[in-house]
């Protein structure tokens, strides 16, 4: 049996009759490795050495920064222009995001459309980056990491300001 008549009994016993992507999901796997690859041949180029460890401070850093990048990526409004080829708008979910739905289509786009819209998906991507970044440039990165967690936390205080005056409001009627 060929390879693809091996993928294909494979991909049919898994999926059923659901139009799963695993195509996509190998070929995004292959990209992530073949990213994680050449960051990993950069640094060696470069001479640079892993770190014993990381702080608790660019741990916490990252993690916010992570969070923020990646509801940025895979949510906000703004950002829709990048998801537009693989979702379609399902509506506004307020403080500047969207939902939207991945159509079944099976194949790479699918699995591309999932990817960016899915902040615990693109979170992995993005804590690889940032991580590989506080290696390879970390003054860079650190730099792009608090700017967001600023945001981040602006938006936590946003929230936090509208809970207590809606929660004022109420109150006082």
């Known amino acids: 049996m060929s390879v693809t008549g091996v993928f294909e009994r494979v991909r ?20 992530f490795t073949g990213l994680v690859g050449v960051a990993a041949a950069v640094g060696k180029a470069r001479g640079a050495r892993l770190p014993e460890g990381f702080s608790w401070s660019d741990t916490v850093l990252v993690s916010v920064a ?47 459309g999932e990817l960016l819209t899915c902040p615990f998906c693109s979170g992995v991507w993005l804590a690889t980056a ?12 650190r730099l792009v990491a608090t700017t967001l967690t600023t945001i981040a936390g602006s938006d936590y205080l946003h929230l936090a300001y509208d809970a207590t005056k809606t929660a004022v409001v109420r109150n006082s009627a």
């Open 130 to 141: 940032f991580t590989a970044g506080l290696v390879l440039a970390p003054r860079a990165t």
């Open 12 to 31: 049919s016993n898994y999926a059923g009759d659901e139009a799963r992507p695993l195509g996509g999901y190998l070929r995004a796997m292959g990209g």
């Open 66 to 112: 992570v969070h923020k990048a990646s509801r940025l990526l895979t949510k906000s409004s703004v950002t829709a222009a990048l998801r537009a080829p693989f979702t379609r708008f399902e509506g506004s979910t307020g403080e500047g995001e969207v939902a939207e739905s991945v159509p079944p289509t099976g194949d790479h786009r699918h699995a591309l």
